[in-house]
């Protein structure tokens, strides 16, 4: 199975600065087929990015997805306060689906 | 609006079964399918399973394979998913999520709210 490396595994940052999260995978991840998801306490997780660097619905412009292969990135340009969270990156090409896991982005 | 919802928490005895469903609503059910995700308390997110609400087909993790059952109801848009002979660390929140209905090589959107399943004697 393709594992998920995220890195780094907190993050401490301050609203208003810019947030680089990384994920790595063990194998190429095929078609591009890697989502990533935002998960605050108690809530289920919420689809931010999926093939790599497309938007889900009502996900705001300041998230971006970026990569292939096996290393992907996603950027928060301006952190807003609601943006503290852990973020999990997942693959999706090949079964089983894996997760990494996760980045926790606090407030420095 | 599309959304899932889940039945409530559970509490069980090692060795006994659980069963927990997933209700779709504001999307044609069988134009998608349903994964099921775990997530054990504070730790990360472990993808269980998927069925296809179109024709039935189900992909299963490996290390669950022989205890889990996922089904769907076509009839009332609900999808279930069955684990057996639960241990302790089976103690997790359980969630289902809309997925591909050919394959589980879909990203997943949206998700249910979870639910709570605690194995304990």
């Known amino acids: 199975e393709i594992v998920l490396t995220q890195s780094p595994g907190t993050l401490s940052l301050s609203p208003g600065e810019r947030a680089t999260l990384s994920c790595r995978a063990s194998?190429?991840?095929?078609?591009?087929?890697l989502a990533w998801y935002q998960q605050k306490p108690g809530q289920a997780p919420r689809l931010l990015i999926y093939?790599?660097?497309s938007r889900a619905t009502g996900i705001p412009d300041r998230f971006s997805g970026s990569g292939s292969g096996t290393d992907f990135t996603l950027t928060i340009s301006r952190l807003e306060p609601e943006d503290f969270a852990v973020y999990y990156c997942?693959?999706?090409?090949?079964?089983?689906?894996?997760f990494g896991g996760g980045t926790k982005v606090e407030i420095k | 609006q599309v959304q899932l919802v889940q039945s409530g928490a559970e509490v069980k005895k090692p060795g006994a079964s659980v069963k927990v469903s997933c209700k779709a609503s504001g999307y044609t059910f069988t134009s998608y399918g349903i994964s099921w995700v775990r997530q054990a308390p504070g730790q990360g997110l472990e993808w269980m399973g998927w069925?296809?609400?179109?024709?039935?087909?189900?992909n299963y993790a490996q290390k669950l394979q022989g205890r889990v059952t996922m089904t769907t109801d076509t009839s009332t848009s609900t999808a279930y998913m069955e684990l057996r002979s639960l241990r302790s660390d089976d103690t997790a929140v359980y969630y289902c999520?809309?997925?591909?209905?050919?394959?589980?090589?879909?990203?997943?959107?949206?998700w249910g709210q979870g639910t709570l399943v605690t194995v304990s004697s």
């Open positions: 999520a809309r997925g591909g209905v050919l394959s589980g090589s879909y990203w997943f959107d949206p």
């Open positions: 997942q693959q999706y090409g090949s079964s089983p689906n894996t």
């Open positions: 069925i296809s609400a179109y024709n039935g087909n189900t």
């Open positions: 194998q190429s991840v095929s078609s591009s087929y």
């Open positions: 093939g790599a660097s």
